[in-house]
């Protein structure tokens, strides 16, 4: 199972989050997830705004185009993302990236 599926303009990411790390940043595959180190603390949704930040920005699409749609409290999530023309794969590739 791949960390990620496209169905029509709608990416679906499974993820594994790391919270409190030094930098943001993918670091690779965690299972059927992609992990993700957060420089934010997993407090009153500090690090779930700062995931969102961080994909919106990868993806390049505004804010009411992604959604948190399950693990809210925990280091698995699973975000939708509608209307991104940038390929999930790109993630991945800038953390092979030495």
């Given at each position: 199972?791949?960390?990620?599926?496209?169905?029509?303009?709608?990416?679906?990411l499974?993820?594994?989050?790391?919270?409190?790390?030094?930098?943001?940043?993918?670091?690779?595959?965690h299972?059927?997830?992609?992990?993700?180190?957060?420089?934010?603390?997993?407090?009153?949704?500090?690090?779930?705004?700062?995931?969102?930040?961080?994909?919106?920005?990868?993806?390049?699409?505004?804010?009411?185009?992604?959604i948190?749609?399950?693990?809210?409290?925990?280091?698995?999530?699973?975000?939708?993302?509608?209307?991104?023309?940038?390929?999930?794969?790109?993630?991945?590739?800038?953390?092979?990236?030495?």
């Amino acid at each position: 199972m791949s960390w990620y599926q496209v169905k029509e303009d709608c990416l679906t990411l499974t993820l594994h989050v790391q919270p409190g790390a030094k930098r943001t940043e993918v670091t690779g595959v965690h299972g059927d997830a992609l992990k993700i180190r957060l420089a934010a603390a997993a407090v009153e949704g500090q690090a779930n705004a700062r995931l969102l930040d961080f994909l919106r920005k990868a993806f390049k699409v505004t804010a009411n185009r992604i959604i948190l749609k399950h693990g809210e409290r925990a280091r698995r999530k699973v975000v939708e993302i509608h209307g991104s023309a940038v390929s999930p794969d790109t993630l991945l590739a800038k953390a092979e990236t030495p």
